[in-house]
């Protein structure tokens, strides 16, 4: 008999593709510019689907939680699947398996989603929250993220705050975007620049005369995207 993880694995990928619009496809793949292809299920039915199916099929533990996920997204065939995975991991249910234990499984799917969509979210609203709840554990991880040979984990560890506002670790800020400036091995990188921009675009929010000096101090070496990004509201 499949296991836990594995028979949820199935009903979400069979929901999905139940849900999906064939003529929408096409264009969500090229917008996304993705070399796998969609099943045509725009993200509000996305997240209507995964509601659903989670629901009615609780998991029992963390092992099968975390199995589940790789499952759906190691064994993806539409990127609406990665999606599912994405969202499992963030599902109420297994909020009590947020913690720095976790975070193994979520440069998994930095690395391997490698790109925006599927980082993004991870960034912001999984590794963050997880910074806050256990910064001792968590802050050394993105700081070895922004040194790392890969470009989404460092724009992981630029953007993972976004979220924090006045709980910004300024440090960890700091590190994270002199790391990653101009000169850097991915300075040029277009989505390490704007992951930059977005990130004191964002705290600027919060505390603006920071952001007027960092990028002072820093203007021979931030890139006109980033320095654009981080005034625009200023």
Same mark, same amino acid.
């Given at each position: 008999?499949?296991?836990?993880?594995?028979?949820?694995?199935?009903?979400v990928r069979d929901a999905?593709?139940?849900?999906?619009?064939?003529?929408?496809?096409?264009?969500?793949?090229?917008?996304?510019?993705?070399?796998?292809?969609?099943?045509?299920?725009? &993200?509000?039915? @996305?997240?209507?689907?995964?509601?659903? +199916?989670? =629901?009615?099929?609780?998991?029992? /533990?963390? $092992?099968?939680? *975390?199995?589940?996920?790789?499952?759906?997204?190691?064994?993806?065939?539409?990127?609406?699947?990665?999606?599912?995975?994405?969202a499992l991991t963030g599902?109420?249910?297994?909020?009590?398996?947020?913690?720095?234990?976790?975070?193994?499984?979520?440069?998994?799917?930095?690395?391997?989603?490698?790109?925006?969509?599927?980082?993004?979210?991870v960034a912001s609203n999984?590794?963050?929250?997880?910074?806050?709840?256990?910064?001792?554990?968590?802050?050394?991880?993105?700081?070895?993220?922004?040194? &790392?040979?890969? @470009?989404?984990?460092?724009?992981?560890? +630029?953007? =993972?705050?976004?979220?924090?506002? /006045?709980? $910004?670790?300024? *440090?960890?800020?700091?590190?994270?975007?002199?790391?990653?400036?101009?000169?850097?091995?991915?300075?040029?990188?277009?989505?390490?620049?704007?992951?930059?921009?977005?990130?004191?675009?964002?705290?600027?929010?919060?505390?603006?005369?920071?952001?007027?000096?960092?990028?002072?101090?820093?203007?021979?070496?931030?890139?006109?995207?980033?320095?654009?990004?981080?005034?625009?509201?200023?």
């Amino acid at each position: 008999m499949p296991d836990a993880a594995s028979t949820l694995a199935r009903l979400v990928r069979d929901a999905v593709a139940a849900a999906g619009d064939p003529a929408k496809a096409p264009g969500m793949q090229a917008y996304m510019r993705s070399a796998m292809p969609f099943r045509g299920v725009q &993200a509000g039915p @996305l997240a209507a689907v995964c509601r659903s +199916v989670f =629901a009615a099929h609780p998991l029992p /533990g963390r $092992t099968a939680w *975390e199995a589940c996920v790789r499952e759906l997204w190691d064994g993806a065939s539409y990127r609406e699947e990665r999606y599912a995975a994405i969202a499992l991991t963030g599902h109420p249910r297994y909020r009590g398996f947020q913690d720095p234990r976790t975070l193994p499984l979520y440069e998994h799917l930095v690395v391997t989603g490698a790109w925006w969509d599927h980082v993004d979210t991870v960034a912001s609203n999984r590794v963050g929250p997880l910074l806050g709840g256990h910064a001792d554990a968590v802050t050394p991880v993105l700081r070895a993220w922004a040194v &790392a040979d890969d @470009l989404w984990l460092r724009r992981t560890a +630029v953007i =993972a705050q976004l979220a924090r506002k /006045g709980d $910004t670790d300024l *440090e960890l800020l700091r590190y994270a975007v002199e790391a990653n400036l101009e000169g850097t091995p991915f300075g040029r990188e277009f989505f390490v620049r704007k992951a930059i921009g977005w990130a004191l675009r964002q705290h600027a929010r919060t505390d603006p005369v920071w952001v007027r000096a960092f990028v002072a101090e820093h203007e021979d070496r931030l890139s006109g995207l980033s320095r654009r990004e981080a005034l625009k509201h200023l």
